[in-house]
């Protein structure tokens, strides 16, 4: 940089440039939404540890930005925004601290609860992307996602890595990341979130300088990453040169993009869609953020005090209704899919986000990709997931989660516990497998490409540990010394965790687990800080532990291996079996039987393209055998109580017999 750049000046026709900051030949523009403020410098800093730096002065134009254009470029540079404005205004949020930029697409920032951020100034982009473009199915419904935290399948050392950055890792690891994605079969992950966000909360039980006392995380870190602090750059604690150490400067360089997006390449080399969690209903809370310092009241809920509303119950609630957080979603949105080749977004306690705004985010995506995948949690303020079918948007399906698991382990046992909900009768479990269709009992959607059905999610106890607790309640508030112990399915433990997967992988829709899932992995609390009073519990809450509570142990697999083994086969019949996935209703047609517990049905693959029509049989019942009477002709069992995969395992006619607490697929070849 040359540290004599003095020549400022105002132009006309900047409002075509976008916010931020943009370098064209050897001009930089600076653009800032802050029409509180009564004065905006820009701060140039040479290196990012630097308190001084050079200063330019913004002005204000009628729509409330501040800008300026400077004759020259600072690539490798830093800059924030040193803003003053009214004192007594309870809709603006003065502070002594220079501001990042909130449309950073880099950020080099502390390891503390501040961050301390600046924006890094980068030239534009230069990776090579060879060729690659999005890996998305034209049918949603093709789609097995695998929901993990990025450093979940790496940290632990049964996944073999090189310990060269969480991105890297997970691309080379010769047991976890890509490599078991592969070895399972799953063709999506969905990573939670990846964006810049607050890892790092108040001390516990410390008031800070800001006086916020920190009473809820002893551990005062966010490791899920739902504090999202800069919706255009990535995560850098993830980068090759990241350090974790308390008050270590993070994002010095710019490797968090260029090993981010390798690793997307990687996965669509494997024909793997890559899907981020993004969060945009609420923002970090206790950090810097750039949105509350430059227009708190355009971009946040407030009531008439100016204090934040609250209905995500994270400390605030953005306001998508107003144009610039509106603005700055989308344009967030197409940031990632342009720039980092994004094929979905999971959104955030979506419920929050409103109509105007979902329906401009699916414009604005399908120009770039028509086959992006957009899918939110359909809850936040409000319960919608019908209204976001309306609007052609997949949702996560609580109620088949519910319906099948039960919603909690001692008070709510589901279907494969053998257990009758009063709330749901056994059209009500039917309509489940047809995709939870809104023109069935307990509907949602108008048609089941808009049904995410899971059972386990990060939220929430694993499925594992569910399963343990409602058979024994004794283990929610148990110590545990052994966790190869505990993770060992006992017979009965097994039985229910094959049919919860058969019950899953036989509903039409998308299908979505959680990762470990698949060997029914626990989330025992290990604490080695020994400030965890419930260290050795199983944990139904792990977003603050960034330790072997939430890292996967694969050597975890041979505890279960029949259970591992019996998912992968599920993953292959189902992507080999499009009946199984995107049946037309009229298609599926149920068996009655005497006992409401033992589900059975018929699906015609005709309209999804299977060459072969298929005959289920779920049998929740904890105690009776039950008898199935088989249509005319030879049936191929591809499913029994202990095996599934594509391949037969024997064929049968006339009638079988289906084990309690267990099912069966079977299929024969259609003819024309």
Same mark, same amino acid.
């Given at each position: 940089m040359k540290l004599e750049t003095e020549n400022t000046c105002t132009i006309e026709g900047l409002e075509e440039y976008p916010l931020g900051y943009t370098s064209r030949g050897s001009q930089t523009v600076f653009r800032l939404f802050a029409p509180k403020a009564t004065s905006v410098d820009v701060i140039i800093y040479d290196e990012y540890e630097h308190k001084t730096g050079l200063a330019f002065p913004l002005e204000k134009n009628e729509h409330g930005i501040w800008e300026t254009l400077i004759q020259d470029t600072f690539y490798d540079n830093w800059y924030a925004y040193r803003i003053d404005g009214p004192e007594d205004d309870p809709f603006f949020e003065p502070t002594e601290?220079?501001? *990042?930029?909130?449309?950073?697409?880099?950020?080099?920032?502390?390891?503390?609860?501040?961050?301390?951020?600046k924006t890094k100034i980068v030239e534009n982009n230069t990776f090579d992307w060879e060729g690659d473009d999005y890996v998305t199915p034209e049918d949603p419904r093709d789609l097995i996602i695998y929901e993990t935290h990025i450093k979940d399948m790496v940290a632990h050392s049964s996944a073999k890595t090189f310990v060269q950055g969480i991105y890297n890792d997970f691309r080379e690891a010769k047991v976890g990341g890509i490599r078991h994605l592969k070895k399972l079969g799953v063709n999506a992950v969905e990573f939670l979130p990846l964006q810049k966000f607050g890892y790092y909360e108040p001390p516990f039980n410390e008031e800070t300088d800001e006086g916020v006392k920190n009473t809820w995380n002893p551990y005062a870190r966010?490791?899920?990453g739902y504090m999202t602090s800069f919706f255009f750059a990535p995560e850098t604690i993830y980068a090759s040169d990241a350090s974790l150490e308390p008050g270590q400067v993070v994002g010095n360089s710019t490797k968090a993009a260029s090993e981010l997006k390798s690793l997307v390449k990687a996965l669509h080399k494997e024909e793997i869609s890559v899907i981020m969690d993004v969060v945009y209903n609420h923002a970090s809370h206790y950090d810097l953020n750039p949105l509350k310092y430059t227009a708190k009241d355009h971009y946040f809920r407030l009531d008439e005090m100016g204090n934040y509303l609250n209905d995500s119950w994270t400390g605030n609630d953005i306001d998508t209704s107003q144009k610039h957080a509106r603005e700055l979603i989308v344009e967030s949105v197409?940031?990632?899919?342009?720039? &980092?080749?994004?094929?979905?977004?999971r959104f955030d306690l979506a419920g929050i986000i409103d109509w105007e705004t979902i329906d401009l985010i699916?414009?604005? *995506?399908r120009k770039i990709n028509p086959d992006v995948i957009l899918i939110a949690e359909p809850w936040g303020g409000d319960y919608k997931p019908a209204g976001f079918s309306d609007h052609d948007w997949a949702c996560w399906n609580d109620k088949i989660r519910n319906g099948?698991?039960?919603?909690?382990?001692k008070e709510s046992k589901g279907f494969i516990f053998g257990e009758t909900d009063p709330n749901l009768s056994r059209f009500g479990i039917e309509n489940l497998l047809r995709g939870t269709l809104e023109s069935g009992e307990h509907g949602l959607f108008n048609h089941s490409g808009h049904s995410v059905n899971y059972l386990e999610s990060h939220d929430g106890y694993t499925l594992g540990d569910y399963i343990r607790i409602a058979l024994d309640h004794s283990k929610a508030d148990t110590v545990f010394e052994d966790k190869r112990t505990l993770t060992s399915l006992s017979e009965k433990e097994g039985k229910i965790a094959k049919l919860a997967a058969l019950s899953l992988f036989v509903s039409q829709g998308i299908a979505m687990m959680h990762a470990g899932q698949e060997w029914a992995r626990s989330k025992m609390i290990q604490d080695p800080a020994g400030i965890d009073p419930k260290n050795g519990m199983l944990d139904h809450d792990s &977003?603050?532990?960034?330790?072997?509570?939430?890292?996967?142990?694969?050597?975890?697999?041979?505890?279960?291996k029949s259970l591992f083994e019996y998912y992968k086969g599920l993953i292959d019949l189902r992507l080999?079996?499009?009946?199984?996935?995107?049946?037309?209703?009229d298609e599926i047609n149920f068996k009655v039987y005497n006992d409401p517990l033992h589900i059975t049905f018929s699906i015609d693959g005709k309209s999804s393209g299977d060459m072969y029509d298929y005959f289920v049989s779920l049998n929740a019942s904890k105690e009776h055998?039950?008898?199935?009477?088989?249509?005319?002709?030879?049936?191929?069992?591809?499913?029994?109580?202990?095996? *599934?995969g594509s391949s037969t395992i024997q064929s049968v006619e006339k009638s079988m017999i289906v084990p309690a607490t267990s099912g069966v697929v079977l299929r024969k070849l259609r003819v024309s």
């Open positions: 601290y220079h501001i *990042a930029d909130p449309r950073s697409r880099h950020v080099t920032s502390t390891n503390h609860h501040l961050q301390f951020p966010n490791y899920w197409k940031h990632w899919m342009k720039e &980092y080749h994004i094929d979905g977004f699916k414009e604005e *995506a099948f698991k039960g919603y909690h382990p &977003y603050n532990k960034d330790n072997e509570t939430n890292w996967l142990n694969f050597n975890e697999i041979s505890l279960n080999d079996a499009p009946a199984l996935r995107k049946a037309a209703p055998a039950y008898e199935i009477i088989l249509p005319d002709g030879y049936w191929e069992i591809v499913v029994n109580p202990d095996k *599934a």
